[in-house]
């Protein structure tokens, strides 16, 4: 699970080690999914898909409720 998926990078090394034990499947969940892929991962559940500019920041707040906000910047 990552906040917001950029380049892949983060969820890339994350199942690094899982790799070594080679699992059936590996499934990832993302709150944003920017689509500026750089490495070879997809997203198997997104909660928002957002085309943004590589100079665009997200900004995810969860606070457990009602609150919860993604902003664009």
Same mark, same amino acid.
């Given at each position: 699970?990552?906040?917001?998926?950029?380049?892949?990078?983060?969820?890339f090394?994350?199942?690094?080690?899982?790799?070594?034990?080679?699992?059936?499947?590996? #499934?990832?969940?993302?709150?944003?999914?920017?689509?500026?892929?750089?490495?070879?991962?997809?997203?198997?559940?997104?909660?928002?898909?957002?085309?943004?500019?590589?100079? #665009?920041?997200?900004?995810? #707040?969860? #606070? =457990? =409720?009602?609150?919860?906000?993604?902003?664009?910047?």
């Open positions: 699970v990552d906040d917001v998926a950029n380049t892949g990078r983060t969820i090394y994350a199942v690094q080690p899982l790799l070594s034990v080679v699992p059936k499947k590996v #499934e990832v969940a993302v709150l944003v999914d920017r689509q500026h892929k750089s490495f070879p991962i997809k997203a198997d559940f997104v909660g928002i898909s957002l085309a943004t500019t590589m100079q #665009e920041h997200i900004l995810v #707040e969860l #606070e =457990g =409720g009602k609150n919860d906000a993604v902003y664009l910047m």
